[in-house]
Each structure stands twice: as structure tokens, then as C-alpha cells.
């Protein structure tokens, strides 16, 4: 069945870089935007960014603009997220989500959702 | 950016009520609308898209309705499994940006 399956929790120190990945399956990767959300502990939830499939294109949020990288690797249907210069106002849970937009033909809402990684960012 | 503003907050309600929430954007988005219900300790779950479209799946007691800068989720009869958290989301420009959630509680 599709689904979208990320890497497991992970604790670093301020300072520190994280990178998760979100490994789609079920079906053709290179359809989908994926996008990036995150949800600080009892707070609502913040987007972080989108990468294309195919080509290099990504886009950002103004806030996370300088630390945050997002990669992919089509050979295994998996999209990476990595953040840098930790704080520990990073501590959230981390998600990726799909983006119907190309299959679809016009703009897209997530569809689709990972299980969600937590970080932790503490000294 | 466009700013989306939920109300209420946080609703009290029983079962069988119809629960209405509301959600603001601070400039046209046309019907780019997604509504989303969260469980504790869960991923979000689409429920509605387009402003109106009902997901795949989704009960039919959900419905939304709205255009331009003003959108609403109801739930004509509230079941158990729904008392969760609710977000709206606007996807018609980047950043795609979210209100700040409504909390369904007994």
C-alpha cells in the first residue's frame, strides 16, 4: 500500500545537525512533491519546505532559510531533511507529507503523511 | 505571508452535536483550502481539500464550505472518534501556512 515511512527519533546537542529521510512506497515517487512540516511539543503545525522529485528544485521557508537542506535519492524513492545549527527550539516532531500537484494537474493540499520523527535538542 | 486564524480554540461539545469551525485567511485564497484532523501523538489526516472535497474515505458527516477568506469545517454529528485536534491550511501561495489548530473535547 502507499505509504510514506521516516526514519526514527533522534537526540542531539544545540549546535548539532540532524538529517531524516522519508522513504515513499506503494507508489511512483517521482509524482509526488514532498514536502516537510514540523510540530513543537503542544503547538501547531509549521511548514518547512518542499522539494521537487525530479530536477533540483526546492523552496524554503524564510525562517529555516540557511539551515535547512532538503535531498533526495530517486534510485530509492527516499527524500532527506537536514537540519543544522540545532537549537532547542528545534525539538519537534519532524514530518514529511505528499503533494499531489503534478498527477493532479492543479494545486495540491497533503494527501499523504509519514509517521513522524521526533527530534530532541538539548544539552 | 497568509495568516490563518481558527475559531474557536478549543470547543466543548457532546456527541450527536453538530460542530461548526471557522477559519480566516488574511487575503483571497479562492477555495485552496485543507482542512486536517490530528490525533494525539499522530500524523495529521486530510479530510477536506478544494475548500468543499470530501477525501477519500472521510466520513460524510464532515463537510466544509467557503471561498475567498472565509471557510468552514462541520461535523454533523459528532462520534467519538472525533474528538481530536482540527487545522486548516492554505494552499494557494508558499509558505503554505496553517491556523492555529481547534481543540474538540468532551
Known amino acids: 500500500q502507499e505509504q510514506m515511512v521516516q526514519s526514527g527519533a533522534e537526540v542531539k546537542k544545540p549546535g548539532a545537525s540532524v538529517k531524516i529521510s522519508c522513504k515513499a512506497s506503494?507508489?511512483?515517487?517521482?509524482?509526488?512533491?514532498t514536502h516537510w512540516v514540523r510540530q513543537a511539543p503542544g503547538q501547531g503545525l509549521e511548514w518547512m519546505g518542499i522539494i521537487n522529485p525530479t530536477g533540483d528544485g526546492t523552496s524554503y521557508g524564510q525562517k529555516l532559510q540557511g539551515r535547512l537542506t532538503m535531498t533526495k535519492d530517486t534510485s530509492t524513492s527516499t527524500v532527506y531533511m537536514e537540519l543544522s545549527s540545532l537549537r532547542p527550539e528545534d525539538t519537534a516532531v519532524y514530518y514529511c507529507?505528499?503533494?499531489?500537484?503534478?498527477?493532479?494537474?492543479?494545486?495540491?493540499?497533503?494527501?499523504?503523511w509519514g509517521q513522524g520523527t521526533m527530534v530532541t535538542v538539548s544539552s | 505571508d497568509i495568516q490563518m486564524t481558527q475559531s474557536p480554540s478549543t470547543l466543548s461539545a457532546s456527541v450527536g452535536d453538530r460542530v461548526t469551525i471557522t477559519c480566516r485567511a488574511s487575503?483571497?485564497?479562492?477555495?485552496?483550502l485543507a482542512w486536517y484532523q490530528q490525533k494525539p501523538g499522530k500524523a495529521p489526516k486530510l479530510l477536506i481539500y478544494e475548500a468543499s472535497s470530501l477525501e477519500s474515505g472521510v466520513p460524510s458527516r464532515f463537510s466544509g464550505s467557503g471561498s475567498g477568506t472565509e471557510f468552514t469545517l462541520t461535523i454533523s454529528s459528532l462520534q467519538p472518534d472525533d474528538f481530536a485536534s482540527y487545522y486548516c491550511?492554505?494552499?494557494?501561495?508558499?509558505?503554505?501556512?496553517f491556523g492555529q489548530g481547534a481543540k474538540v473535547e468532551i
Open positions: 491550511q492554505q494552499y494557494n501561495s508558499y509558505p503554505r501556512t
Open positions: 507529507a505528499r503533494d499531489g500537484a503534478m498527477v493532479r494537474g492543479v494545486l495540491s493540499a497533503f494527501d499523504m
Open positions: 506503494g507508489y511512483t515517487f517521482t509524482n509526488y512533491y
Open positions: 487575503q483571497n485564497i479562492g477555495t485552496w
